[in-house]
């Protein structure tokens, strides 16, 4: 699962503050005059009046690896879709991280510039030490067996010096895909057992060292399908209310993320029958039932919800 980097898209509801549109390339003319308004953090949405800046390195793998395998008819179209729309960034290495700086100095040299809307920086934190326990193919360069927390502690504090050297960048994070998720329904793999408090103090101190003016963070919550079930959600709520309280509670964390890199349905009529017994059966559902758990537990969180897969429902997966 390394470098899975996803078209990430946002739609609201009663809990879910962000709503991002599929925006123009980067190279669009600019206007004259610079917007530079930053994020309003937890209290508002950090993404109205922002676009996102497609990202290289996910148009060359598009081209690369999928448009060759398409229909002639649609190879434009597709090329087209790929240079055009804004996406995460995955830092799913620490090497990526200089990257990031590479697309900040972008974004502010175009929102100098005149770009209006300005653009955002949007980047997904994903480097703990045995991460995502419950997989084989996505376990990472760091190893809880090789003390490699002080690792992760460098990663995120290499992320820091590039937000700071960019603070009027306004900058979005989703933090550590299907780590805490882990923590709710798979104790009884060891690997997630051994990873317990590591993955805890890891995903804290991203929370607590990214606390920055211009970053807004949300915290990975897998999906409706994974923490939705009656059994799931509440101890869900209270561990992700956990880590942001052990976190001090950052100005900057504005909620949880569903659906990274899945496919469920944002909204359905009629629950797929794979979905029997889980009564939150699309992302709508999830977060309107998690949202006053969370709430509940001191955490009044906000949600963005990854679309980018789940055009073709039911899925049968």
């Known amino acids: 699962m390394g470098g899975r980097q996803d078209i990430m898209m946002f739609t609201k509801s009663q809990y879910v503050s962000a709503l991002v549109a599929l925006l123009p390339l980067c190279a669009t003319a600019l206007p004259a005059t610079p917007a530079k308004h930053l994020v309003a953090r937890a209290s508002g949405n950090p993404f109205s009046?922002?676009?996102?800046?497609?990202?290289?390195?996910?148009?060359?793998?598009?081209?690369?690896?999928?448009?060759?395998?398409?229909?002639?008819?649609?190879?434009?179209?597709?090329?087209?879709?790929?240079?055009?729309?804004?996406?995460?960034?995955?830092?799913?290495?620490?090497?990526?991280?200089p990257v990031m700086g590479k697309y900040l100095a972008n974004i502010q040299a175009l929102n100098d510039a005149g770009a209006s809307p300005p653009y955002m920086g949007q980047f997904v934190v994903y480097d703990l030490p045995d991460r995502d326990c419950a997989a084989l193919a996505s376990n990472g360069e760091y190893s809880i067996a090789k003390n490699c927390l002080a690792n992760y502690k460098a990663y995120v504090d290499a992320i820091a010096k590039q937000v700071q050297a960019y603070p009027d960048v306004n900058i979005a994070f989703v933090v550590e895909p299907d780590s805490l998720a882990n923590m709710v329904t798979n104790l009884n793999v060891q690997k997630c057992a051994n990873a317990a408090d590591t993955y805890k103090t890891g995903v804290a101190y991203a929370l607590k060292n990214l606390d920055f003016d211009n970053v807004s963070m949300y915290m990975d919550a897998g999906h409706a399908g994974w923490l939705g079930w009656a059994a799931n959600i509440q101890p869900a709520a209270q561990l992700f209310a956990q880590i942001y309280k052990d976190a001090g509670s950052p100005a900057a964390v504005c909620g949880l993320a569903t659906n990274v890199a899945n496919y469920n349905a944002w909204s359905v009529t009629t629950c797929a029958a794979y979905t029997q017994g889980d009564n939150n059966c699309d992302e709508k559902r999830y977060v309107n039932a998690l949202g006053p758990l969370l709430e509940a537990e001191g955490f009044p969180a906000h949600f963005i919800t990854d679309t980018g897969r789940n055009g073709v429902q039911p899925t049968s997966q």
Not at 58 to 72: M, V
């Open 49 to 97: 009046g922002y676009q996102f800046c497609p990202v290289p390195q996910y148009s060359d793998e598009i081209k690369t690896n999928a448009i060759p395998n398409l229909t002639s008819d649609l190879k434009a179209a597709a090329s087209e879709v790929a240079d055009s729309i804004g996406t995460f960034f995955w830092m799913d290495t620490a090497d990526k991280v």
